[in-house]
């Protein structure tokens, strides 16, 4: 199947249909949308549906009809690794990683950003533009390039060193804007409006968002149509917790997977807006925050995402949960040393969130427990080790290899 | 096919056999061995003989018998990207791009680091080594951890930040040397032979070089079993060409493509022994070589790799070339703005030399070309942009969007 089942727009909120047109809200309610799909037609076909490889394998559940517009520098398709050692470490009977880090970008922003660019053609646009704190920015520069579309990039003053270089390489229309994240969305989301830009931001494109459902599509083919029993996705608005649960509803009521997995949320404790409302049985109270290691999780306003990710985890009877930025600079390390995955503190918060999750028994340790890990470790900026070096000859290198090794 | 159809070593100089053994040379002629498998079998099975996902999908020419040994961080499998934009800005009819930064650590070595910490495990090894510029260190340190080994990892003083930083987070072993790769690479290989570590250094051991001769694997599967007329691939020492020179010559005699690509060897100037000797005629004159910003391939002295290198050039009636600092950095910038790809400098010399063999007219332009890149731009320290942030309000945004705009 190559073509799209896509079929309409839905209001998350009145249940309004809209056609597959560029539409960002509600007419009626001004609510978000959500695409729909033929999901009879899913079921007839099951998994033969899906033909090649990586993230376009599953175009018939994403919303880009012509295969001419599907820009792609190679997305999804990343691993999902058994992490025994680890598992051990946590004393939880199975853990599974899903990487993201091997994206062309580095990070799970390019499976939202292929499909983000795909849409800007098929809408006809030619200028793109998001506001981030770094991975975002560099993934829709990288697709609008690629696609030879102009990309309008504001990003955060305090990106890391190795996402500030990929901005400045991939855009000639990188603009760096003071304060956070929440500071600069409420006047780019305005500008939104006027149509000079096709809308790459994270509040309310339903076609940008649809791509990370393909997380959900993945970790379900890669564990033979059953998948773990709980999933941890990192939550800064919300769009990749809400897209991998759509895509696991999706599946569901498919036939494709015989059930959902509980839905766990993990944001960093600087900018916890989500999990103190669903700690405390409350709306999200915005918060004023400041810097979190976990640069890509500094959202103190998750505008009205941050509120369907709340209905969905208490829908699901999910859970919520968040890290310090410590913890999650020691999850970094842990993970590194034990399973040889380098991944950033963005990508580790789950890793933090999971660790406090099955220490504070919330969650079953018999499970089968995944955890997304959203970004490379290579973008990380930290102190460097003394570049002091040691110059050897033979008998001075044989000396330090027999002492380390104590041979 | 899951088994491995590895039946023994050959000495590539006297064409003595070897049983599959940890063995690095020759025992009649201390000449460097590779691997040999039972291509008829292959022949026989044709593209069936492959099966799952990523570079262990070929492990039937791969000679890791026990799939338990087979470490894996989800390596291979990398796009294999058509370029019509950078082709028409080159002048050539078809240009692909096999981009190998998407690999777990962000570069090729992922490729010969798993073949070589599984075959450490296969060999009953508990600590491995090596002597890096920054890609082979984070790429033998992070899979000797999956692997639960020891990694004593050699590492270059001028290796980029983000390279440091994956090396110190994935190894406690980490120790950085004065001077460049030469230096040390002499003493190291001499320690080699009191077997303290695993060889997971790219003079020798044939087991650690294999992995890469999935590159050709890929590139012919990628292309429908039609690979393209030439390949451009990065020389230090080697590994990489001859590997993917080796993929494509088995499987030509396996019957799987019709012929082997033209092989392009490309190297920085600042580090091109090889070229040099294949222009001139001659043997390789070892090269004192400074700092170049294609940091993996900053090696003067190729030793006999370089030679094989030399071998299959005049055997195959393959190129070579050579590029600036410069021209790589204009490369570099050229893939980004033009496809959307951040590549680093070690991994677009291969972009560099290949431009500059079409302007001299050295390649027909109504070929096929495919350039592998080799690393991330993620891995690349260079000078930032300012990181001075504007405060915006609605007014001001929205006036900057439309100047920049020119609406």
């Not at 533009?129 to 696609?147: H, P």
């Not at 990749?240 to 494709?256: D, K, V």
Request: neutral net charge.
């Amino acid at each position: 199947m190559t073509g799209s089942l896509a079929e309409g727009l839905v209001c998350i909120d009145c249940g309004a249909a809209h056609p597959l047109a560029y539409r960002l809200e509600c007419e009626r309610c001004h609510g978000l949308l959500e695409l729909r799909y033929d999901l009879a037609r899913l079921a007839t076909a099951g998994p033969a549906a899906f033909a090649g490889t990586g993230l376009w394998r599953y175009a018939p559940v994403l919303p880009i009809a012509d295969p001419a517009h599907r820009v792609t520098l190679g997305e999804g398709g990343t691993p999902l690794l058994d992490c025994p050692r680890l598992a051990r470490a946590l004393g939880v009977r199975r853990l599974l990683l899903k990487y993201d880090g091997p994206n062309p970008t580095g990070t799970v922003k390019d499976r939202s950003s292929t499909t983000a660019i795909a849409a800007a053609l098929q809408f006809g646009y030619r200028v793109t533009s998001v506001v981030s704190s770094g991975n975002a920015g560099s993934s829709i520069a990288a697709y609008s390039a690629r696609a030879g579309l102009r990309a309008l990039i504001f990003a955060y003053e305090r990106a890391s060193a190795p996402k500030l270089l990929h901005m400045a390489a991939t855009t000639p229309d990188l603009v760096i804007y003071q304060g956070v994240y929440d500071d600069l969305i409420v006047h780019w989301d305005r500008l939104v409006e006027e149509k000079l830009f096709f809308d790459c931001g994270a509040s309310r494109n339903a076609y940008k968002h649809e791509g990370k459902k393909t997380l959900a599509y993945e970790i379900a083919e890669q564990t033979g149509w059953v998948p773990p029993d709980v999933v941890v996705a990192p939550v800064a608005v919300g769009e990749t917790f809400i897209a991998t649960a759509r895509g696991f509803g999706e599946l569901t009521r498919a036939g494709l997977i015989p059930r959902a997995p509980l839905m766990v949320a993990a944001q960093a404790t600087r900018a916890n807006a989500v999990v103190r409302a669903f700690r405390d049985g409350t709306a999200i109270a915005p918060l004023k925050i400041g810097y979190t290691v976990a640069e890509g999780l500094a959202a103190g306003n998750p505008g009205r995402k941050g509120e369907w990710v709340l209905r969905l985890l208490r829908e699901g009877q999910g859970l919520a949960g968040d890290a310090e930025d410590e913890e999650i600079l020691e999850a970094q390390r842990r993970l590194a040393r034990t399973e040889g995955v380098w991944a950033g503190p963005t990508g580790v918060a789950t890793l933090a969130v999971l660790t406090k999750l099955l220490a504070g028994k919330r969650l079953d340790p018999a499970q089968t427990i995944c955890t997304i890990i959203s970004e490379t470790g290579l973008k990380t900026e930290a102190e460097l080790p003394s570049r002091a070096g040691t110059a050897f000859d033979y008998e001075s290198l044989r000396r330090l290899v027999t002492e380390r090794l104590g041979a």
